[in-house]
């Protein structure tokens, strides 16, 4: 399914961001830009349930995140 794929690709994003040769900024924008994308995929679909938690969960998380950092 295409978007637990584009879950998948944020959690990579996420655990990325706090590793070496990596722009810490960058990948919290990417991880919460591909989770925006995966929560509007499309009108007609609908996102199973636990998969649209761990969508809900993980932008609450991001934007704590970038609260934090003050962005």
């Given at each position: 399914?295409?978007?637990?794929?584009?879950?998948?690709?944020?959690?990579?994003a996420?655990?990325?961001?706090?590793?070496?040769?990596?722009?810490?900024?960058?990948?919290?924008?990417?991880?919460?830009?591909?989770?925006?994308?995966?929560?509007n995929?499309?009108?007609d679909?609908?996102?199973?349930?636990?998969?649209?938690?761990?969508?809900?969960?993980?932008?609450?998380?991001?934007?704590?995140?970038?609260?934090?950092?003050?962005?």
């Amino acid at each position: 399914m295409y978007p637990i794929g584009q879950h998948e690709l944020a959690a990579i994003a996420w655990v990325q961001k706090d590793q070496l040769g990596f722009d810490h900024k960058a990948k919290v924008l990417e991880c919460e830009q591909l989770l925006e994308k995966t929560k509007n995929y499309g009108q007609d679909y609908l996102l199973d349930a636990r998969v649209s938690i761990k969508i809900q969960t993980g932008l609450i998380t991001v934007r704590r995140h970038k609260k934090i950092m003050g962005w």
